[in-house]
């Protein structure tokens, strides 16, 4: 072991293996978690992925994907198509907090989108009071969000109703729930 990292708990022993290693000319760190138990024998610690998580994981991506791939095809930044798409989501304007909030993007992202959109006058921000502010579309902004938000939202309703009403809510459901216990779980790291 080149650099170990040592957790001690009433159990177990565990430790990090960061060794270094070579890749096809890239320097790659990998690790590897096992455990000492009581009785001084390593146990190996399964730090894999699961089938499960693998699949789900590949069709996040793909998801995420799939979405690029329409703004690339609409000639539109990731960031912008935000934008349009939370505007659009609250009719022509949205407070920009909610922009911020809905999609997890860094503020300095949406905000140089902000200014890029605003020269090109597709939008305007305006004051609702001393802290807060509005993104509302201009009339060429609404012929843009016509052209590529509103097509997606279109799109994705699309989908949505050409399920079946329980497999919506099903889906929805098992979204809601992975959610709540990946953020109930994730409160709890250290």
Request: proline content about 1%; hydrophobic content about 35%.
């Amino acid at each position: 072991m080149r650099y170990a990292k040592h957790f001690k708990s009433a159990y177990v022993h565990i430790y990090l293996d960061f060794s270094t290693k070579s890749y096809y000319n890239s320097i790659k760190y990998d690790f590897v978690l096992f455990a000492i138990n009581q009785t001084g024998r390593k146990m190996t610690v399964n730090t894999h992925s699961s089938k499960d998580l693998k699949r789900f994981n590949y069709l996040a991506r793909e998801l995420d994907a799939a979405y690029h791939e329409i703004n690339v095809k609409l000639k539109i930044s990731d960031s912008t198509m935000l934008i349009l798409y939370a505007i659009c989501d609250h009719g022509d304007s949205c407070p920009l907090r909610d922009i911020y909030y809905q999609f997890g993007i860094s503020k300095q992202t949406i905000n140089s989108a902000l200014r890029k959109l605003e020269e090109e006058g597709v939008v305007f921000l305006e004051a609702v009071d001393a802290k807060n502010k509005r993104v509302c579309l201009t009339s060429k902004g609404k012929d843009v969000a016509d052209r590529t938000a509103k097509r997606i939202i279109e799109m994705e309703n699309d989908i949505f109703s050409s399920w079946t009403e329980e497999d919506v809510e099903k889906y929805l459901e098992l979204t809601e729930r992975y959610v709540h216990d990946f953020r109930e779980r994730s409160g709890k790291l250290t």
